[in-house]
């Protein structure tokens, strides 16, 4: 195993959020929503421009509270904005933990906004335990299809045809599976071109050489990932359900089989699922 070496502010901030969420998960596969809440600070949206980005928020199902933070850049002009790009955004948290509000994927998403000029759509989907498989996956899907079927009406100021998918941890699996789903359809507006995936949460039964290498690395570690897997997953489901071993199991979706888009895929040198990241994306670029 080896030793990860940080700056001490991060190792610092690195180790609280590791304390928090393991105080706010339980051995009985549940979540202490009411702790979590806690330390979970939340934002709200501001048409007026914030470090050159407005927000808005709209809801797509009141009864699943399934809504999207859609952030603006306000540095371009009326012609430029209709040539920006959309980025659909899954924020990360193990299925388990976090929202489109939080401040820490607020921040996130503003900065991606600004500095990409892009628009971004940041979806709130249900979570894990309370909602399991396959609810993350079919909540992606309906905001993909909510933006398709009503992007005139939403006034988004951008080109749907320069439309990303992307999403960091749970959030890079979901925009996986989400991509998957949209390459099987036709929609009028959107044009899906890309699939950014951040370090994202896959995984199987097989113990790789990573996993015993960083099983102890910052915010994840093995027992970490066997917990979320657990209390995500169908029950009596193991790691190889397809959802985590996306592409190595009899039962994983063959893509060569939909229209899936160009794939850039980010990995952390700690990140003790990188080979499972790897595996999965062959043939993309990884960073």
Known sequence: MSSVKLPLKLHLLFSLDYFLTKACRRSNG???????????LKTSPSKTPRKGVSISDTIINSSTNLWFRLYTPHSTNN????????????????FAFFSASSIVYDIWCRRLSNELQAVIV??????????????????????LKFLDENFDR??????PGLCFLAGDSAGGNLAHHVSVKAGELTFSKLKIIGLI???PFFGGEERTEADFLHSKAPIMTLHFTDWYWKMFLPDGSDRDHPAANVFGHKSSTDISQVEFP????????????????RRSFQDTLCL
């Not at 979806?123 to 909540?139: I, W």
């Open 30 to 40: 549940t979540v202490n929503r009411r702790l979590h809440n806690l330390f979970d």
């Open 79 to 94: 012609e430029e904005k209709r040539n920006l790009p959309i980025i659909i955004y899954f924020h990360g948290g193990g």
């Open 122 to 143: 940041s979806v709130n989907y249900r979570l894990a335990p309370e909602h399991k498989f396959p609810s993350q996956y079919e909540d992606g899907f309906e905001a």
């Open 154 to 159: 939403l006034s988004i100021n951008a080109n």
């Open 197 to 199: 995936a951040i370090q």
């Open 262 to 277: 160009e794939t850039l895929l980010l990995m952390g040198g700690f990140d003790m699922l990188k080979n499972w990241q």
